[in-house]
């Protein structure tokens, strides 16, 4: 009688993600817009005729799994390449193969998983394939193919979309998992609710949360939410200090600052510390939005964010993060205005425009006799000699004329500097 292997299918239990792997179209959860009836990539699958395409979305959500579903759904000859372990030599191969079936009339679906990763060199490569139709490329993607892309390969396909899963998905994958397992999740609808939570709309992950549920439970017992938090582990935040996330997230607490959102920018930057962001970064980024954002409308801002800063260097993580949050809850409440950054830029640009032009000469100094003599420092007026202190005289040079280049916002100090403003442009024109 032949013995079982060690690893025959008697012997060893197939994953759940292997056994709730979608074989259909209508299979795949949570990305209708994309799959339904009528949804474009769906037309494009229908049709049969597929174009090279990338498939962009967060971990979990069906990119590998729909592309092995196209593979069963049309005529193409299917290779799949990962660009975390393939090199120059697998993508020759590839081309190669794809060239030879090629001449006798049949395509390759060439699928490459995490295809941002291949230099920018290795991505010119695929160029002729595509062009010349000897493969169909579809690359997934978990960062934004504008930034990781060549333009020239993106010029070739169209990009689809992918979203995290969402609750409702979640849910329809856990009556999955249910039907597989013949009985219900063992927790209590709280606990359900923050299985789903700490999923973070990774199906993939979300599966193995399930998977760890049924393993380590047993057939009569039930978990509550804090039961299940001692099963499962919490899932690491997805963060990547250099890429695609990192920049989102900076962004977003810059525009809940600038939106005056002092609750949400004090959330993403929690976020943002949490998935081990140096807090050096977030400081810096804070300080240039109190003089860009903030600017003289509140011109304490500034120095609050220096001292935050500083205070963070001497007191360092956890205790120095309060006076990140300090900061924070200052610039989002702090009145805003752009006025001195607007006038920057406009100083600038006239900078160049009369970049060649001589101070009027009553403003020159004149160290010398001789530059005395070319009437360098004549008729200058020593304003502090002045009854109002001030002379009116012109500063700019004589063949560009007066420019406006700060104009102040009637919020918070600014509403004080334009009162200045106005003080000493009355004076000017009495004197003029």
């Given amino acids: 009688m032949e013995q079982n292997s060690l690893f025959s299918d008697s012997m060893?239990?197939?994953?759940?993600?292997?056994?709730?792997?979608?074989?259909?179209i209508e299979d795949i959860v949570g990305q209708d817009e994309l799959l339904g009836e009528g949804a474009p990539l769906r037309r494009m699958i229908d049709s049969g005729k597929l174009s090279s395409f990338i498939l962009w979305g967060p971990p979990g959500c069906g990119k590998t799994t729909l592309a092995r579903i196209l593979a069963s759904r049309t005529n193409l000859r299917f290779t799949a390449l990962s660009a975390v372990f393939s090199g120059v030599a697998d993508l020759r191969k590839a081309f190669d193969d794809a060239a030879k079936y090629h001449q006798y009339g049949e395509g390759t679906l060439l699928f490459v998983d995490e295809i941002h990763r291949f230099n920018r060199a290795q991505q010119d490569g695929f160029l002729p394939f595509v062009e010349n139709g000897t493969v169909v490329l579809v690359g997934a993607t978990t960062e934004n193919?504008?930034?990781?892309?060549?333009?020239?390969?993106?010029?070739?396909?169209?990009?689809?979309?992918?979203?995290?899963?969402?609750?409702?998905?979640?849910?329809?994958?856990?009556?999955?998992?249910?039907?597989?397992?013949?009985?219900?999740?063992?927790?209590?609808?709280?606990?359900?609710?923050?299985?789903?939570?700490?999923?973070?709309?990774?199906?993939r992950y979300f599966i193995n949360l399930l998977e760890t549920v049924y393993d380590l439970t047993g057939m009569n017992e039930i978990l509550d939410t804090d039961a299940l938090l001692k099963v499962v582990q919490r899932r690491a935040p997805i963060y990547d200090k250099d890429r695609d996330g990192h920049y989102n997230l900076i962004s977003a607490l810059h525009k809940s600052l600038r939106g005056s959102d002092t609750d949400a920018a004090l959330y993403w930057a929690a976020r943002m510390l949490e998935s081990g962001e140096d807090p050096a970064y977030i400081l810096r980024r804070l300080t240039r939005f109190a003089s860009e954002d903030v600017g003289l409308a509140d011109p304490n801002a500034l120095s609050l964010a220096i001292a935050a800063w500083d205070s963070y260097d001497r007191l360092g993580s956890p205790e120095g993060e309060l006076a990140i949050a300090e900061l924070i809850i200052y610039l989002g409440t702090a009145p805003k205005s752009n006025a001195a950054e607007t006038a920057w830029y406009a100083a600038k640009r006239a900078a160049k425009e009369f970049s060649s032009l001589t101070p009027p000469a009553h403003i020159l100094n004149a160290p010398t006799k001789m530059m005395k003599d070319l009437g360098y420092g004549k008729g200058y007026i020593y304003d502090h000699d002045t009854p109002d202190g001030f002379s009116g005289q012109n500063y700019f040079p004589e063949a560009m004329g007066r420019k406006r280049f700060y104009r102040p916002v009637e919020r918070g100090f600014e509403r004080e500097i334009s009162r200045r403003l106005a003080y000493w442009e009355n004076l000017r024109s009495k004197k003029n």
Wanted: net charge positive.
């Fill in 12 to 24: 060893v239990t197939r994953p759940l993600a292997d056994r709730m792997r979608p074989t259909a």
């Fill in 145 to 203: 193919p504008s930034f990781e892309l060549n333009s020239a390969l993106l010029s070739r396909c169209k990009i689809f979309t992918l979203k995290p899963l969402s609750a409702s998905a979640l849910e329809q994958l856990t009556a999955r998992a249910e039907n597989i397992m013949a009985r219900p999740l063992p927790v209590t609808p709280d606990a359900r609710q923050t299985l789903i939570d700490l999923a973070d709309g990774d199906g």
